[in-house]
């Protein structure tokens, strides 16, 4: 789910091997899996108290069928997304089939640089977004240029994109960066003027000694 497409192992037990490197009395290997994309269509919920109360290594399973939310948050993804009932979930499905799935409904031209990242989407209906991409207050989202806003999902981020084709940048920028950036210039020039006001005193309380 969250995007891993290569597993370093010390057993050759696939043939998608893509690298190995030897290290004393070990062979690592790096191979190749099917991976879920950063972003892709979902149209499943369900809630975080239905996801908690599945076995722990069942979860990860649950989250490729739909994302979780609180029951507060409903109204931000109906009617475009429905309730998944856990219970009808197949656990057993091959992890392989639902990447592929979920390839199938990824964003177009998905690109990232230092500051975020890009892409495009084109559905035929609104849509919500799956980023497996943390939940920052430091992004700022928009569609077509718009800011727009997230819905929350274990961390994660679902956006609403509606039909058609749509650009959609992420940018990122630390929380509390510029406001510290304030706070150190206010900082260093208060220290300065502190500076010269103990330089300008030393001088004259030495010429008054000398008087």
């Given amino acids: 789910l969250l995007g891993g497409k290569y597993v370093i192992s010390n057993e050759p037990v696939s043939e ?3 690298d190995s490197e030897s290290y004393k009395d070990t062979t690592l290997y790096v191979t190749e899996q ?3 994309p950063i972003g892709f269509a979902m149209d499943k919920y369900m809630y975080a108290g ?14 490729m069928y739909g994302a979780a939310i609180m029951p507060a948050q409903t109204n931000d993804v109906e009617p475009v997304m ?17 990447a592929r799935e979920a390839q199938a ?36 989202v928009t569609i077509d240029g ?5 819905v929350d999902t274990c961390g994660m981020m679902l956006l609403k994109v509606p039909s058609g084709n749509h650009s959609v940048e992420f940018s990122y920028h630390t929380y509390g960066f510029k406001a510290g950036i304030v706070l150190a210039a206010l900082s260093w020039t208060a220290f300065a003027g502190y500076c010269i006001y103990s330089a300008v005193n030393n001088k004259k309380a030495g010429k008054g000694a000398k008087a």
Avoid: M
Wanted: glycine residues 4%; aromatic residues 12%; proline residues 3%.
């Fill in 16 to 18: 998608a091997i893509v």
């Fill in 34 to 36: 099917e991976a879920f």
């Fill in 50 to 63: 239905e996801l908690a109360k599945l076995p722990f290594e069942k979860r990860g399973i649950a989250l």
């Fill in 82 to 98: 429905s309730h998944i009932d856990t219970s009808a979930i197949d656990f057993n499905a091959s992890i392989d089939d639902l």
């Fill in 105 to 140: 409904k990824a964003v177009k031209n998905f690109t990232r640089d230092a500051h975020g990242f890009q892409c495009t989407t084109d559905y035929d209906k609104d849509t919500f977004i799956y980023f497996s991409v943390p939940n920052d207050r430091g992004w700022t």
């Fill in 146 to 150: 718009q800011k727009t806003s997230v």
